[in-house]
């Protein structure tokens, strides 16, 4: 039972919510980066090169005929490739990815920067008067009634 009881003040303390609702809203951000590189930011970017990469491999053992894409290849009898081009385009799809989660960072920083300078440039407000010039200033208050 001590083994419950111990889960259960875990998950009751505040550390373990804000870990999940951490998690949670770091994968919904993460889909929205996602989609941000696969539908934009990577067709601009095969506007520059057209190389697909994905059917980029070395053959180690075997022989394959010129030009054959890497599915194919795999399936000859013998063939030993290693398809090293999925792997240069999830490379080149992460430092994307990084690159645009860094510029959408460095603008949530600045706009805070910003927000923290005008705050901090805003005049002050005047401080609360002294408790006993308050006191005096109600007695004189008083005696101009009287």
Do not use: C, H, W
């Amino acid at each position: 039972m001590s083994v419950l009881k111990d889960f259960r003040d875990f998950i009751g303390k505040g550390n373990a919510i804000d870990l999940a609702v951490g998690l949670i809203v770091g994968s919904a951000i993460g889909s929205i980066l996602k989609s941000f590189v696969d539908e934009l930011v990577i067709p601009l970017t095969g506007l520059i090169s057209k190389v697909d990469f994905s059917n980029l491999y070395f053959v180690i053992k075997g022989v394959v005929p010129e030009g054959a894409p890497l599915a194919e290849a795999r399936k000859i009898a013998g063939v030993v490739a290693l398809g090293y081009g999925q792997f240069v385009t999830v490379l080149i799809n992460t430092l994307i990815l990084a690159f645009a989660v860094f510029m959408v960072v460095r603008s949530i920083n600045k706009l805070k920067t910003k927000l923290a300078k005008e705050e901090a440039a805003a005049p002050a407000p005047p401080p609360a008067p002294a408790p006993e010039v308050v006191l005096l200033t109600e007695i004189r208050d008083l005696l101009r009634k009287a």
